[in-house]
């Protein structure tokens, strides 16, 4: 990781395991194009594939999709990430994550993040496209029983003009479960991996969106929930324009598909594989100058390129409210690291 800092070079690897999904979202593009499991990554390459990563310096991979459980080696692909002292998380959809499979996974260091946007039915109908709010609730309830978790355990909200009023109810709900909670904003501009749906698109009137962020703020402070809440002040200056701080796709965080090919983030198409090259060699061809030209003109705000850049950046005004919060580090600690 410090070899990582030093040589400016990315640790965070978003990967898509698949593009299958059992959800059809609105907000989300990925489903619509679904991959045959033939042209999937095999557990064997995959496992080269994390060697040579965990050779050029990543630290962290996030395990998505696609709908990630649907991969029946999902756990083995774990399992090699922490052989190699990789440090895995997967955001799943929870419909997935039945007794048997969350019972391992609790007994892994693996964060797990359940995406869940709303409490109400009708609209997890509306968002997602299947009737599946009974089902992940179930889910959580369970997992909330699950003893002793090894890993860090969130869920994570995609916050629109459909749901922006449940913000407080979804962080309340999440800490009553045992779960930490992250939230953030609907993203639309380029719309290679993210869809647009004039329903949840805010942009006419972002104002009310806005103010719920800033009650995430307000509640992540009283918490001691120090970069949570930072997430926050960054998601409010996003939403309200002029938002064209860096963009860390590229810098700190890379996309590897389905297939092992790479690109600058979740909505840029990925080019030349790694089945073929290695990492070093394919971050040296990818053109940073798209990155630059997006987050000037089209910024979105996804987690994996904004939040993981943010915790660099304000790493110094972190430290110095960890003195002051030892609950916010110890948060932190067990999260990251
Ligand atoms: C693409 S999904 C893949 C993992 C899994 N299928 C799930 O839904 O959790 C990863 C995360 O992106 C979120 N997401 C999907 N479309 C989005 C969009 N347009 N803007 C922001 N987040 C989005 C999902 O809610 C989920 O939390
Ligand atoms: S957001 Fe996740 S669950 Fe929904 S369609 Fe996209 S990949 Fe599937
Ligand atoms: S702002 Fe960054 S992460 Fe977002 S689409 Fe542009 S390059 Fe990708």
Known sequence: ??????????????????????????????????????????????KTIFKDLKSYGIKHVFLQGGEPLLRTD?????????????????????????????????????????????????????IRGVDGLKIVLGNIERISH??????????????????????KDLYLFAKQKGFDYQAFPYNYSLCHSSALDDDLAYDKEPEKIIDSFKVLSKLAEEDGLIFNKLLYDEAIKYLEGDYCVPCDAMKNS?????????????????????????????????????????????????????????FKRK?????????????AAFNYVKSYF
Request: hydrophobic share 40%; with cysteine; proline share 4%.
């Open 74 to 126: 999902i756990v083995q692909i774990v399992e090699v990430m922490l052989e190699l002292k990789l440090n895995p998380s997967i955001i799943t959809n929870g419909l997935l994550l039945k007794e048997d499979i969350s019972q391992r996974l609790a007994k892994l260091k693996c964060n797990v993040g359940i995406s869940l946007d709303t409490l109400d039915q009708n609209k997890y109908f509306k």
């Open 254 to 310: 890379i996309l590897i598909n389905q297939a092992g090919m790479v690109s600058q983030c979740l909505e840029f198409k990925p080019s030349l594989n790694l089945k073929n090259v290695r990492i070093k060699e394919a971050l040296s061809k990818l053109d940073y100058s798209k990155v630059q030209n997006c987050y000037m003109k089209t910024p979105c705000f996804y987690g994996c390129t904004r939040a993981a850049g943010l």
């Open 146 to 167: 699950i003893k002793s978790r090894k890993g860090s355990w969130n869920i994570t909200s995609t916050i629109s003009k459909i749901n922006y009023g449940e913000a």
């Open 1 to 46: 990781m410090i070899k990582s800092i030093i040589l400016r070079r990315p640790v965070l690897v978003v990967f898509n395991v698949t593009r299958r999904c059992n959800s059809i979202c609105t907000m989300c593009g990925i489903w619509k194009t679904p991959s045959k499991i033939s042209e999937e990554l095999t557990f064997e390459e995959i």
């Open 315 to 327: 790493s110094p005004e972190i430290f110095l409210y960890s003195l002051l919060h030892p609950r």
